[in-house]
């Protein structure tokens, strides 16, 4: 393995414009997944060496991406003790709205709900002629006390009460929520899934700098028929959550092999 980032390969052309990705933008974002998946547990640290050696990176190339990693956040770069890895990443489901880790709740607070009024934009969404009488309610999202996001709901009907928006609680599953909610079975949930950064004002509601990477998910929710019953959108923190997906459902077993692959690549911290 040549430790120059790639190991053997061809000489290629690169891109038609004859530019290619650099080999410490692909440790960047190797190392950020490894991060946000979970992988590299937070409080560990992460040693140049070992990662070198495991991915067949430069030095050079494994520097600027923990440099990288620590503008974003999600390490702490200590005299003496070296990178370590400061958060615990918040995996949240594609098509749902809760962390995929059992010991991980979200928390909402209703900020604001008020009657919209006419939209023929938000009933276009909701597939409804009904453009007149269109709630809107949004919500503050934390994980531990953690800032984490903002919730923009939208639906047609009367202020919603204490059934699905209370004024604080648990976030529960779509598919306990939504026919506590809607009187009706949850079917699915359409997504969207884009990237902005934050301006001033969200920045100070989740705590993070101006210009910081923010995940933006339009979601429309539709009951067992396919009728749309609620069309939204959420802001996460880039630094908190990763959203993730599977064909198939997959149970996770701990069999100890993936407690010997950290300690080959990393060291606990102290």
Do not use: C
Request: glycine share 10%; charged share 25%.
């Amino acid at each position: 393995m040549k430790p120059n980032g790639g190991g053997d390969r061809a000489s290629l052309q690169g891109t038609p414009h004859g530019r290619k990705q650099s080999a410490s933008h692909r440790a960047y974002m190797l190392l950020r997944f490894a991060i946000k998946a979970g992988g590299l547990p937070a409080g560990m640290v992460m040693e140049e060496r070992s990662i070198m050696d495991r991915f067949g990176f430069s030095r050079a190339a494994v520097r600027d991406a923990l440099s990288r990693l620590s503008a974003d956040g999600l390490v702490d770069r200590r005299t003496g003790l070296g990178t370590v890895i400061r958060v615990r990443p918040v995996p949240i489901a594609l098509l749902d709205v809760v962390p995929l880790a059992n010991d991980q709740r979200i928390s909402l607070r209703l900020t604001e709900t008020y009657r919209l009024g006419a939209s023929t934009y938000i009933a276009a969404r909701l597939g409804t002629a009904t453009a007149d009488d269109i709630v809107m309610s949004e919500f503050f999202l934390t994980v531990s006390g953690l800032p984490i996001g903002v919730l923009s709901v939208f639906s047609i009907g009367s202020i919603p009460g204490t059934s699905l928006l209370r004024p604080a609680w648990e976030m529960p599953t779509l598919a306990d929520a939504f026919p506590r909610q809607y009187g009706v079975a949850f079917g699915g949930m359409e997504v969207s899934i884009d990237a902005r950064l934050a301006d001033d004002a969200l920045a100070e509601l989740l705590e993070v700098e101006p210009g910081s990477a923010i995940l933006a998910r339009e979601q429309i929710l539709r009951d067992a028929s396919g009728i749309a019953w609620e069309y939204g959108f959420a802001q996460y923190r880039a630094d908190k959550v990763l959203f993730r997906s599977s064909s198939t459902p997959v149970d996770v077993v701990d069999d100890g092999e993936g407690a010997e692959w950290v300690e080959e690549f990393t060291q606990r911290g102290h």
